[in-house]
């Protein structure tokens, strides 16, 4: 993957991705598209690849001014009993995964951030223009109680804990176990996140922020498993995007690649890799911070983005979630997680641990009281416990298709 330098900027809402991985060849009025395995060959009208390349060009941005950013005041730890203190390199089984185009020494000049740009190819992967760089409206409140609507409606499935909504919310940390899961079809994908959400499940005026990492060769051509980010405060319908695809998250870490492959992977039955994100609202400003890792910050979703969530957080989720097409009337066998159920345990299934929220005094807390959901059990499971070294974790995932959820 191309990483590219360019200035921080306040349009950084401008800041936006993309390198043209594959070859196009051209011709007077049609365009043919080869994508290896991602997509058929096809015939692009002049018009419609003058429209996809008036968004790129848009997207694709040069570079702008350099900005003064003032810090956000982050999160405390509370002081935890010293039988409590977790021991974070307990094992070499485990170890921080990171992103592979740091492999071969490529760096930011400073005052710049890495951009993963678009090309025409990510673009006729997706649907139509209107529909790249966006996730598909997904289930309403139906999806924590009618698991049957879930597989017939938008094809969704989770495996997730979430939080109680009474609890005053501004923000969420995990440490998640990162995987290689195999994707049947180029238009499903395999996620596992973070979400702060506000609004209403069953309305049009849910707002979201998602961060985690995700393999969805729609949107990257590949099979990898990359960082990514999202929001929308409409319930998925017109506002929002992954990573840098529109005006809305604002980089400012110049080794941070959003959109950038994760690596090295889980390996199963043997080492263990994982990210650690944090999602918290800067009480001085408002706006909705990212960090990676112990002490990195990314960057930020301004404040004035969202109505419900330019308050607080009423929901926090952690989890997985697949695209089941059901193609051919079969559940998909997309996997997710590692493609192992919860039960299978350390080094086979995927995890979650040290799941926290910041609460009203920006302070980080362990989670105690979640819940936990699976729509399809047969398909995709989740299991949650505690402990001292991991706080609250669980394990989750599956393998999608098998003799009990054909």
Same mark, same amino acid.
């Given at each position: 993957?191309?990483?590219?330098?360019?200035?921080?900027?306040?349009?950084?809402?401008?800041?936006?991705?993309?390198?043209?991985?594959?070859?196009?060849?051209? %011709?007077?009025?049609?365009?043919?598209?080869?994508?290896?395995?991602?997509?058929?060959? !096809?015939?692009?009208?002049? *018009?419609?690849?003058?429209?996809?390349?008036?968004?790129?060009?848009?997207?694709? $941005?040069?570079?702008?001014?350099?900005?003064?950013?003032? &810090?956000?005041?982050?999160?405390?730890?509370? +002081?935890?009993?010293? =039988?409590?203190?977790?021991?974070?390199?307990?094992?070499?089984?485990?170890?921080?995964?990171?992103?592979? /185009?740091?492999?071969?020494?490529?760096?930011?000049?400073?005052?710049?951030?890495?951009?993963?740009?678009?090309?025409?190819? =990510?673009?006729?992967?997706?649907?139509?223009?209107?529909?790249?760089?966006?996730?598909?409206?997904? +289930?309403?409140?139906? !999806?924590?109680?009618?698991?049957?609507?879930?597989?017939?409606?938008?094809?969704?499935?989770?495996?997730?804990?979430?939080?109680?909504?009474?609890?005053?919310?501004?923000? #969420?940390?995990?440490?998640?176990?990162?995987?290689?899961?195999? @994707?049947?079809?180029?238009?499903?994908?395999?996620?596992?996140?973070?979400?702060?959400?506000?609004?209403?499940?069953?309305?049009?005026?849910?707002?979201?922020?998602?961060?985690? /990492?995700?393999?969805?060769?729609?949107?990257?051509?590949?099979?990898?498993? !990359?960082?990514?980010?999202?929001?929308?405060?409409?319930?998925?319908?017109?506002?929002?995007?992954?990573?840098?695809?529109?005006?809305?998250?604002?980089?400012?870490?110049?080794?941070?690649?959003?959109?950038?492959? +994760?690596?090295?992977?889980?390996?199963?039955?043997?080492?263990?890799?994982?990210?650690?994100?944090?999602?918290? $609202?800067? &009480?001085?400003?408002?706006?909705?911070?990212?960090?990676?890792? =112990?002490?990195?910050?990314?960057?930020? /979703? &301004?404040?004035?983005?969202?109505?419900?969530?330019?308050?607080?957080?009423?929901?926090?989720?952690?989890?997985?979630?697949?695209?089941?097409?059901? #193609?051919?009337?079969?559940?998909?066998?997309?996997?997710?997680?590692?493609?192992?159920?919860?039960?299978?345990?350390?080094?086979? #299934?995927?995890?979650?641990?040290?799941?926290? @929220?910041?609460?009203?005094?920006?302070?980080?807390?362990?989670?105690?009281?979640?819940?936990? *959901?699976?729509?399809?059990?047969?398909?995709?499971? +989740?299991? %949650?416990?505690?402990?001292?070294?991991?706080?609250?974790?669980?394990?989750?995932?599956?393998?999608?298709?098998?003799?009990?959820?054909?």
């Amino acid at each position: 993957m191309d990483i590219v330098g360019r200035k921080k900027g306040f349009q950084a809402l401008l800041l936006h991705l993309l390198l043209p991985f594959l070859v196009v060849v051209f %011709s007077e009025r049609t365009l043919a598209v080869s994508s290896l395995n991602y997509t058929k060959y !096809r015939q692009v009208g002049s *018009l419609r690849l003058a429209r996809i390349q008036k968004h790129l060009d848009q997207i694709n $941005k040069p570079a702008v001014l350099t900005i003064e950013r003032v &810090p956000p005041e982050r999160p405390k730890m509370k +002081i935890m009993k010293t =039988d409590e203190v977790r021991e974070t390199n307990r094992s070499s089984l485990r170890g921080a995964a990171w992103q592979t /185009w740091h492999e071969n020494g490529q760096r930011c000049p400073k005052g710049t951030v890495p951009i993963r740009r678009s090309s025409v190819h =990510d673009v006729l992967r997706a649907k139509s223009l209107y529909d790249f760089g966006k996730k598909h409206r997904p +289930i309403q409140l139906a !999806r924590r109680t009618d698991a049957p609507d879930v597989v017939s409606g938008n094809g969704h499935e989770h495996a997730i804990a979430y939080t109680d909504t009474s609890q005053e919310m501004y923000g #969420a940390k995990a440490t998640i176990n990162v995987w290689n899961p195999s @994707i049947e079809l180029v238009n499903e994908f395999s996620i596992s996140q973070i979400w702060i959400l506000s609004g209403s499940f069953d309305g049009s005026d849910l707002n979201s922020i998602e961060a985690g /990492w995700q393999v969805s060769p729609e949107l990257y051509g590949d099979s990898r498993p !990359r960082l990514f980010t999202y929001w929308t405060s409409d319930s998925y319908q017109a506002t929002g995007c992954y990573n840098l695809l529109c005006a809305g998250f604002v980089q400012t870490n110049s080794r941070i690649a959003i959109g950038a492959a +994760i690596s090295p992977v889980s390996v199963f039955n043997n080492n263990q890799y994982d990210i650690t994100v944090l999602i918290w $609202k800067d &009480p001085k400003l408002g706006n909705w911070w990212m960090g990676f890792g =112990d002490n990195t910050l990314v960057g930020y /979703w &301004p404040a004035e983005l969202f109505t419900h969530l330019a308050d607080r957080a009423t929901m926090v989720e952690w989890g997985g979630e697949v695209v089941n097409s059901r #193609a051919n009337g079969e559940h998909t066998s997309t996997q997710m997680g590692s493609g192992h159920f919860a039960q299978d345990g350390f080094r086979k #299934a995927s995890y979650f641990r040290n799941l926290e @929220i910041v609460d009203s005094d920006n302070s980080l807390i362990s989670t105690h009281d979640i819940s936990t *959901l699976a729509e399809n059990t047969n398909c995709y499971n +989740i299991q %949650s416990s505690y402990n001292n070294e991991w706080g609250t974790y669980f394990y989750y995932g599956g393998p999608g298709n098998n003799p009990l959820c054909p």
